[in-house]
């Protein structure tokens, strides 16, 4: 069975960065295409970024664009979502996401929602602050 657990949140400046990583264990990432999401107190759970299978597609959410970068290294088992330029609306739990797929289906040119997923992990905890 995968298990996925998150590290790298943590207390960081307006205009700081982040490495957050998703490390999986159980099963190979190889086939699985992995989402990014976040919640904030009183927020509904919101999707950040996602990578396929093969990691040719990535896709970002409109608001993350051109800060946060995901990427996926499979010797490892582990993706990453790194977070730059960071902002106070970006202080919220942050999980990944997995789900079994080949590179053409889940995250192939869209960012997959909520629902798409069946594996998840706990979360870690990003706050921006001053």
């Known amino acids: 069975q995968l298990q996925l657990v998150e590290s790298g949140g943590g207390l960081v400046q307006p205009g700081g960065s982040l490495r957050l990583s998703c490390a999986a264990s159980?099963?190979?990432?190889?086939?699985?295409?992995i989402g990014w999401f976040r919640q904030a107190p009183g927020k509904e759970r919101e999707g950040v970024s996602c990578i396929n299978s093969n990691g040719g597609s990535t896709n970002y959410a409109d608001s993350v664009k051109g800060r946060f970068t995901i990427s996926r290294d499979n010797a490892k088992n582990t993706v990453y979502l790194q977070l730059n330029s960071l902002k106070a609306e970006d202080t919220a739990v942050y999980y990944c996401a997995a789900v079994p797929s080949n590179p053409a289906k889940y995250c192939a040119g869209y960012l997959a929602g909520i629902y798409e997923y069946d594996n998840w992990g706990q979360g870690t905890q990003v706050t921006v602050s001053s």
């Open positions: 159980g099963l190979s990432l190889d086939y699985y295409a």
